[in-house]
């Protein structure tokens, strides 16, 4: 891949997609709680988030928000996460949230057999209401960005939205930015915009914009339409050979694709799955290892952490290997803390690639 050099650019990275607040019950249940536990996340910000936080990069977020406290609340959390707030777009707010709001998102980690439940309350959100012509993307990428990601969260939340994400693709490639995008299918985002069908037909149209293609086998299968020989009903048996015939089809599909990178995942318990990855780049496949039975804390923003180590081994200059290698390893340590979000450290990550161990380090 081409990469504009970093001395050029404002931004490392750039990410447009919703940030919601999350209300996190702990080992509770969202129903019997009396207590909540408030982050950040969205599938694309977890990315530059990660790509900030973790790797030390330059990163932004493009965003929308009403003009009130909650909005604030939100900005303060991104902020504490170092990524620059300075292109969120603020909106009137009417006094209750009829208009535009700011969206909720009530998550439980789930344990054993019992499995993580997201419960969203985003409807009329201000980045829901995004459309074409809102944003500047013209002046955002002129001022230099290496790397632009979104996602198909941020596409399932209006009847405009894929559309703002178009525009911002054919302005990113107009002035040479690479651009990723995480397919991320949620059945509920869809359900009230024409269900998998109208998934798959916006995310046909905004493939042909993209350079790089993240998702899991759910991702490609439902959002995309491919089919992963040998996957059943309950997503197990996840062969990693299954995976690249799959992959050999999408990039016939979409030649602009660079790289495409999957994770596999197959789930034994909420607190126990089997962890790997599968990137394919220049006609050549590379794998992570393998992590059998990883204990799982919080697996919400795991899939956005090993998006965001694929972004930071190709920003890095250190070559497809090294990328789905920090992706894995960043995706399985963010699963260990709470939060959509990552709390690693760079070394972290490079200590866990390297074959680090858990032991207790003083």
Known sequence: ?????????????????????????????VHTTRSFQVWEGGGEYNVVRGLRRCFGLRSAVVT??????????AEDLILQGGVDT????????????????????FTERGFGCRGAVGCSDRGHTAVSQLKPGDIDWE?????????????????????KTPEVAIEAMTAAK???TIVSYDLNFRPSLWKAYGGTKRAQEVNREIARHVDVMIGNEEDFTLALGFTVKGLNEKRSG????????????????????????TTLREVHSATCNDWGAVLWHGGQFHQAIQRDRLEI????????????GVAYGFL???????????????????????????????????????????????
């Open 1 to 29: 891949m081409q990469l504009k050099p970093a001395s050029s650019c404002t931004w490392d990275a750039l990410a447009l997609g919703e940030v919601m607040v999350r209300l996190d019950p702990g080992e509770g249940r």
């Open 64 to 73: 929308a928000y009403p003009e009130n406290p909650v909005g604030r609340l």
């Open 86 to 105: 300075s292109l969120i777009r603020w909106v009137p707010y009417d006094g209750i949230g009829r208009a535009a709001r700011v969206g909720l998102n």
């Open 139 to 159: 002046a955002i990428f002129a001022r230099g960005v290496r790397w632009f990601h979104c996602g198909g969260i941020f596409a399932a939340l209006g009847e």
């Open 174 to 176: 107009k002035h040479g």
């Open 238 to 261: 996840l062969d990693p050979a299954h995976f690249k015939a799959m992959i050999a089809e999408a990039t016939a599909a979409y030649p602009n694709f660079q790289v495409v990178a």
């Open 297 to 308: 804390l919080d697996r919400v923003g795991g899939g956005d952490s090993f998006a965001s």
């Open 316 to 362: 890095a200059g250190l070559g497809p290997q090294a990328a789905v290698d920090y992706g894995a390893a960043h995706g399985a340590l963010a699963m260990s803390t709470p939060g959509d979000t990552s709390m690693a450290s760079k070394a972290e990550v490079e200590a866990l690639v390297k074959g680090g161990s858990a032991r207790v380090q003083r």
